[in-house]
């Protein structure tokens, strides 16, 4: 079983930024790619960005590309969402995800995070 932990959420005013920052308790073979999802108010859970650990490669939402960067940090293995130019619709709990998947859909993940609140007021 592998522990995920996020922080870094809290409140923004648009167009400011926030780090969220995702610690692994392990890394194996089922954890090859780190992604971030987030779920906002009355919506289901999206796929917002991944990386992949021995690469470095990166995938995004096309509403996100541009503005956040997903990053990791192999020593710490801690994966970084860095949010610039957030918007009120970023707002949504934002969610570290772990699996041996490139795929978008949540179900194929295999650990998932308690989750860290962006609010983005305007």
């Known amino acids: 079983q592998v522990q995920l932990v996020e922080s870094g959420g809290g409140s923004v005013q648009a167009g400011g930024s926030l780090r969220l920052s995702c610690t692994a308790s392990?890394?194996?073979?089922?954890?090859?790619?780190m992604g971030w999802f987030r779920r906002a108010p009355g919506k289901e859970r999206e796929f917002v960005a991944r990386?992949?650990?021995?690469?470095?490669?990166?995938y995004y939402m096309d509403s996100v590309k541009g503005r956040f960067t997903i990053s990791r940090d192999s020593a710490k293995n801690t994966v970084y969402l860095q949010m610039n130019s957030l918007g009120p619709e970023d707002t949504a709990i934002y969610y570290c995800?772990?699996?041996?998947?490139?795929?978008?859909?949540?179900?194929?993940?295999?650990?998932w995070g308690q989750g860290t609140q962006v609010t983005v007021s305007s």
């Open positions: 995800a772990a699996g041996s998947t490139r795929s978008t859909r949540e179900a194929e993940w295999n650990f």
């Open positions: 392990a890394r194996t073979i089922n954890t090859s790619l």
């Open positions: 990386i992949t650990w021995s690469t470095g490669w990166t």
